[in-house]
């Protein structure tokens, strides 16, 4: 599938699910430190809010528990996160290759995930902070996705129309936010089938982040 004639100037890149693979890692991450409220949640708890940010992610599954969130929750599961995320994160085989093709592009980083997860990732994936021209995280914005603020900010932090940008997102609520702020969406089937994000409105979906450059072909 290739997207020909199309004047995209920017790329706006979801982190979690798009580049490395951490859904398994926050998850532990998060099951830990919710035992530790008294809150003993499963693993399938978490997907209802896969990509809203750690304050819904954790605070969800609390509230679906009974137990109001704290931001104490988060904060203990990012210290978590840190000491378990050397081990465990995986890179997708086709991230390097895609940003190394897709450099003459303008890039940015549009993550609902705090700073310090970003932080983690990008270290432990070997991402240099310099490959994005631009970079949003949950403290840049007041609204997460399924809002747009997130891909709306890092477009304009490009310098470019949220309509010359293309948004990549592997969840629901980043396929969302990513039509709502105009730009052209294309999900990852890393956690939801291609037909969920379809129909949430993404523009088109592939497997994974290697097939990016050959999509985007200039026409």
Known sequence: MEVHGMDFAGILFDM???????????????????????????????????????????????????????PEMKTRAYEIYGQIVDQHLKVYAGTHGALRALAGYKLALASSADLV????????????????????????VEHKKPDPAI??????????PSARCVAIDDAIAGVQAGKAAG?????????????????????????????????????
């Open 117 to 140: 997860k970003v932080r983690h990732n990008l270290r432990v994936a070997n991402i240099p902070f310099s490959t994005f021209q631009a970079m949003v995280t949950a403290e840049d």
């Open 151 to 160: 891909f709306l900010k890092a477009a304009e932090k490009l310098g470019l």
């Open 16 to 70: 979690d699910g798009v580049l490395v693979d951490s859904e398994p890692v926050i998850t532990e991450a998060a099951i830990r430190a919710l035992r530790e409220f008294g809150v003993f949640a499963r693993e399938e708890d978490f997907k209802p809010f896969t990509g809203m940010g750690e304050n819904r992610f954790v605070g969800g599954v609390a509230e679906k528990y009974g137990k109001p969130f704290v």
């Open 183 to 219: 730009c052209y969406t294309i999900g990852v089937t890393t956690a939801f089938p291609a037909e969920t994000l379809l129909r949430a409105g993404a523009d088109c979906a592939i497997a994974e982040i290697g097939e990016l450059p050959a999509l985007l072909t200039r026409g």
